[in-house]
């Protein structure tokens, strides 16, 4: 028998797995009560964003466009059209971008938790 004529190898996979995307299971499953929790302390500091203007700090570039639709969502397009989102993944970017401003300036509190967690793998990797 030729190579070319053996049947192809799965390695891991069982032959009626099907293929999806990994977004498909986020929609099946339930919120944690973590989750819930994150998720009002977001939607309360969006509530709570004044309508003439301010400064939103995300932690991540790819955050930045899904924060934009929520206030335009949640609010209305005039205060989206009034907020700056900004994408701050370390403290020396947010000090650049908040340095002389007069907006009100407001931190999603995933901020924080994605910088302690960015400190904590830079100290792992070192050990």
């Known amino acids: 028998m030729l190579f070319q004529d053996a049947p192809p190898l799965r390695i891991g996979v069982s ?9 498909e299971g986020l929609a099946e499953a339930k919120p944690t009560a973590a ?3 994150r998720s009002s302390r977001t939607h309360r500091m969006i509530m709570g964003l004044p309508s003439d203007g301010a400064v939103v700090i995300v ?6 466009g899904i924060y934009r639709d929520t ?3 949640l609010r209305e397009p005039e205060v989206a059209a009034c907020t700056r989102v ?17 907006l009100p300036v407001f931190r999603d509190h995933f901020v924080d938790e994605q910088r ?9 990797s070192r050990l």
């Open 71 to 73: 206030i335009a969502v």
């Open 116 to 124: 302690e967690h960015a400190r904590a793998v830079l100290q792992a």
């Open 59 to 64: 932690h991540s570039p790819a955050c930045v």
């Open 86 to 102: 900004v994408a701050a993944p370390n403290i020396a970017d947010e000090r650049a971008v908040t340095a002389r401003l007069s």
């Open 15 to 23: 032959a009626d797995a099907r293929a999806h995307s990994a977004a």
């Open 35 to 37: 989750e819930k929790r």
